[in-house]
């Protein structure tokens, strides 16, 4: 079993930064690939960017790239999205995911944390 644990979010401004933490505990953190997901308001859930469980393989939605950077840090069983250049339509609720069951741009992971809410405001 895996608990994972975002915190981070908040209201910024347009242009503005934030980082996101994915705290992970349990069964072996290192061996999984990890993903964010968020979910705007009314809106599906939709992938955001994702790590190998080696850290040398991103992947990224295409309207993040160049702007988020995904990361992860094994010794601490923690992974990270820094975000910058935010704007209001990166408003959501964002959640860490572990464990893909097919590759990392389905929404389909075997855990997922309860959520971190970001806010931009124009």
């Known amino acids: 079993q895996v608990q994972l644990v975002e915190s981070g979010g908040g209201l910024t401004q347009a242009g503005g930064s934030l980082r996101l933490s994915c705290a992970a505990s349990?069964?072996?953190?290192?061996?999984?690939?990890m993903a964010w997901i968020r979910q705007a308001p009314g809106k599906e859930r939709e992938f955001v960017a994702a790590?190998?469980?080696?850290?040398?393989?991103?992947f990224y939605k295409d309207s993040v790239k160049g702007r988020f950077t995904v990361s992860r840090d094994n010794a601490k069983n923690t992974m990270y999205l820094e975000m910058s250049s935010l704007n209001p339509e990166d408003t959501a609720v964002y959640y860490c995911?572990?464990?893909?069951?097919?590759?990392?741009?389905?929404?389909?992971?075997?855990?997922w944390g309860q959520g971190t809410q970001v806010t931009v405001s124009s």
């Open positions: 995911a572990a464990n893909p069951r097919r590759n990392v741009y389905d929404l389909d992971y075997y855990y």
């Open positions: 349990g069964r072996t953190f290192s061996m999984s690939a």
């Open positions: 790590i190998g469980w080696r850290g040398s393989s991103t």
